[in-house]
């Protein structure tokens, strides 16, 4: 029986965790990738959660990405670096849209500042890297509170690592980092990039980029952009 065949994800009785229905978008992906990396390499997938819009409740399939964060039991050799690129690769020919973006990391490393994941093994837009898109406080904030576990213990179980300091910190700096420049590109009208922001989507980008961040500047919580838009 192809992935494709099998039942949904969350649709197995005997799960430990039997997340809320999943978008049939998401399940597809997942259930792909699940499949994929199991045969490509067995064990080295113990731990697997998704956070972003999906864990948010706002998932979008055509503009919302897939985020996960995967756990194994210690940093994965070159040889194991190598399957998953293959897999990645493979994944990203099969379902080009939406992203399939996140980060492998091992239990331990739940349960520390991200920041500290150096050289994570990380997927971005179909492609491996090691460590050039590294966790942030927001993701482990996520996974300890709005996780959606497909393999593995509940995080509540794992005492994911959170410190509102260093989320609020790295907030202020994300503000600074990306959303100044950003802003900077797109706010003469006259301009190239003034000209594309006319549309619908950089007002959504932008306002409720930036809102959501405030949001959590606020609160110390996290929220979707449709949960930091007015309501």
Not at 47 to 61: E, H, N, Q, W
Not at 182 to 197: D, E, M
Request: with cysteine; glycine share 8%; hydrophobic share 40%.
């Amino acid at each position: 029986m192809s992935v494709l065949e099998g039942p949904a994800l969350n649709s197995d009785p005997q799960s430990s965790s039997v997340p809320p229905k999943l978008n049939a978008t998401v399940d597809r992906v997942v259930r792909c990738y699940l499949a994929t990396i199991d045969a490509e390499a067995p064990g080295l997938i113990e731990g697997f959660y998704l956070v972003g819009s999906v864990a948010l409740g706002d998932f979008r399939p055509h503009e919302s990405d897939i985020d996960f964060v995967a756990v194994m039991a210690a940093r994965p050799d070159p040889a194991m670096i190598d399957a998953l690129r293959r897999m990645h690769r493979h994944i990203q020919n099969r379902y080009p849209r939406p992203y399939f973006d996140g980060v492998y990391v091992t239990w331990e490393d739940l349960g520390r500042d991200p920041g500290l994941c150096v050289r994570a093994p990380t997927a971005h837009e179909g492609r491996l890297e090691l460590g050039d898109f590294e966790p942030n406080p927001v993701t482990w904030q996520t996974l300890a509170h709005h996780e959606v576990v497909i393999r593995g213990p509940a995080p509540s179980e794992l005492a994911v690592w959170h410190d509102p300091d260093v989320l609020a910190a790295w907030t202020t700096r994300y503000l600074h980092s990306y959303w100044r420049p950003w802003h900077r590109r797109f706010c003469h009208p006259f301009s190239v990039a003034g000209l594309k922001a006319l549309g619908s989507w950089a007002p959504a980008w932008g306002v409720l980029g930036v809102s959501r961040l405030h949001y959590t500047l606020a609160t110390g919580e996290i929220t979707s952009k449709e949960g930091a838009g007015p309501g």
